[in-house]
């Protein structure tokens, strides 16, 4: 079963230092990557796409993560679920669709690799390879070179809980520890590795305890709470700027669908345990928030939703009407000189 987090209010606007417009981008993020994530699981299911992995439940912490971060320096080394983190750093919708219809403008690969391998030069997004965790290791080479030049860029990286399993993990927080380098680690705990639930994956209560091991702070946090995971992953990434090492956060988050769209979990999770998943949502926690702060009013949320749907219909449409890649350039990046 998936942790149980104390859901309570969200924090005053005030206490995050984020201003009305900074949190209506946050919320618009979040319902874009929502409604890309059902569009790109729906064109799955009905074959026209081969395959679908979602972020829904995960977006608060994403959004939250890419906020915090100092776009004209900081690295990001994400995984496959992290889509609301790249649209907030400034990955498009057309972007994404183009992606996940493999087409030949696709910006991540040119329609060559199975969607959600996220990269960006222009906008220091970092690929992670198809192994599940090597971003983690990825992730503290770029902090280490970063800190042997000298600046003051903070790396970040995502995994879920079932990664933490991986020995990729524990290399990768060690080597972090060791060195002293400015890379937060954040885990996207949703319970889940797929099929096996996190208490069967580890003894201890929270991911977070693992971090004494490396002799890193270890936070945990709310994850479907947008601002209190803002606080947490932006002290983190201060403290790593300030030369103050790395931090392990445990963001206890929910999986709203299966896995992907090749798994059914009415095999294995229990009914319950999924309502109580939605019943966390972090989505409509989010804008009740909004609404409770009057930050947002019914007209505000109605045209932000008609902006996104005319956004996610753009997007499926300009990836419909392209091109698919040429036969003749399938080597082409793999070897050299080609």
């Known amino acids: 079963m998936a942790d149980t987090v104390q859901t309570r209010p969200l924090a005053a606007p005030t206490e995050v230092g984020l201003g009305r417009e900074e949190l209506l ?42 906020q915090a971060l100092d776009r ?38 040119r329609g060559r690799q199975l969607p959600a391998h996220w990269s960006a030069r222009r906008l220091r997004i970092v690929s992670g390879s198809s192994p599940v965790t090597t971003q983690l290791l990825h992730a503290a080479g770029v902090a280490l070179a970063s800190k042997l030049r000298g600046e003051t860029a903070v790396t970040l990286t995502t995994c879920g809980d079932g990664a933490t399993s991986e ?18 680690f954040v885990v996207e705990n949703n319970g889940w590795a797929i099929s096996v639930p996190r208490h069967k994956q580890m003894a201890v209560a929270s991911i977070a305890e693992r971090a004494a091991g490396y002799a890193m702070p270890g936070v945990t946090v709310d994850g479907t709470d947008l601002l209190e995971s803002y606080k947490v992953i932006k002290e983190a990434v201060d403290r790593a700027r ?38 966390r949502d972090p989505l409509p926690r989010y804008r009740a928030h909004l609404v409770a702060q009057r930050l947002l009013t019914e007209a505000d949320d109605t045209e932000l939703k008609q902006e996104v749907a005319q956004v996610v219909d753009d997007a499926t449409d300009f990836a419909e009407r392209s091109s698919y890649p040429d036969p003749s350039e399938i080597a082409t990046h793999l070897y050299a000189g080609r």
């Not at 994400?78 to 910006?107: C, K, N, Q, S």
């Open 25 to 66: 981008g946050m919320y618009r993020t979040m319902l874009l990557a929502r409604a890309l994530g059902q569009r790109m699981w729906l064109l799955a299911r009905t074959g026209k796409t081969h395959f679908a992995v979602s972020g829904d439940g995960h977006e608060a912490v994403q959004v939250a993560a890419a």
């Open 242 to 279: 300030a030369g103050e090492g790395p931090t392990l956060i445990d963001a206890q988050v929910v999986r709203l669908v299966p896995h992907s769209t090749n798994d059914d979990e009415r095999r294995y999770r229990p009914a319950e345990e999924l309502a109580d998943a939605k019943a």
């Open 167 to 184: 020995g990729d993990f524990h290399e990768a927080l060690n080597f972090a520890s060791v060195h002293r380098l400015p890379v937060v």
């Open 72 to 109: 004209t320096q900081d690295w990001c080394i994400p995984f496959y679920r992290d889509l609301a983190m790249m649209l907030h750093l400034g990955i498009t919708a057309r972007d994404v669709m183009l992606d996940d219809m493999a087409r030949a403008e696709a910006p991540f690969g």
